[in-house]
């Protein structure tokens, strides 16, 4: 068996966020899938490239070896794939992208980087902003693009819109909360405890349609914009939240662990997308960075188109 592209990608995303779970969401796909393709990877090289840790993976010093020549291979194939795109000219130009909070903080600056280094002939400029400034920018044309959560969009109608990533929303709780004992948490079981919402990124106004579809509501406790806020609270033992996988960490700043639940009642994902003026045109710069997206975060060229939905325990080739 040889070593293949998929069980490098899945390495090369689990070294460098330091989490399987984190590594499996960024990739849209299960846990297990990046925990058996890395398995593999170290049975192919004949070393053990990660160690477990209380917060997560680390790397070890053959790992570090091959963590370097990996991303050169993933550099490779990305330069194919462009270059099947466009000409061989060095693409510049300036990309003048919108971001909100939650992609500003928790998605886009590891590809930001990633994509500057592969096109050292693009200015990236970044405006961070709530929803709903991006999209007028956007129609105004002060801005080309936007990374934002696309599950909250709101102007289909001048804007078009391309999911890059969806991301489940979990039961966030405390290890010794009385939530993580039954088989089977549903909305109205978190009901019944006291709840910690965040507000940041439309969060509130969102979890209260879902909680509105079962005619239930949570007892907040408290209110707040802060990520962290929220982690501190409910590790220390003072409430529950649902929040996204794309913003979990299994610990507090306090060093807290974080334990998750899946829900029985169906809750929406957060998904995280591109939007641009429906009548733009892509600028070789803008396509660029389009592209390079759509490869890092799918792994493949062409990303799904919103609503589509992966069958479940399908795992990405590239």
Known sequence: MSVSLKQIRYFVAAAETGRISQAAVE???SQSAVTAAIQQLEALVGSRL???????????????????????ILAAVAEAV???????APIAGTVRIGVTYTVAGYFLPRHQMRFQASFPGVTVELFEAPRSVVEQ????????????????LQDSGN????????????????????????????????????YVMLTVDEARHTS???WSTYALKPRVIFRTSSVEAVRSMVAGGMGVTILSDLVYRPWSLEGQRIEQRELEDEVPSMDVGLAWRRDARFTPAM??????LRFAVA???AARPAGARRRSGEDIEI
């Open 137 to 152: 920018a956007l129609v105004d044309g002060a801005l080309d693009v936007a990374v934002l959560l696309v599950s909250n």
């Open 27 to 29: 990739l849209n796909v």
């Open 159 to 194: 804007l078009a819109s391309e999911l890059l990533l969806r991301s489940a929303r979990r039961l966030w709780l405390a290890p010794d909360h009385p939530l993580t004992r039954p088989e089977r948490v549903t909305l109205a079981d978190v009901a019944r405890h006291p």
């Open 208 to 210: 209260m349609r879902y």
């Open 287 to 292: 396509s660029a960075f389009r592209d390079f």
């Open 82 to 88: 462009r270059d099947a795109h466009h000409s061989n």
């Open 299 to 301: 792994g493949y060229g």
């Open 50 to 72: 990660l160690d477990r840790t209380p917060t997560g993976v680390a790397v070890t010093l053959e790992g570090s070896r091959f963590l370097s020549q990996g991303r050169q």
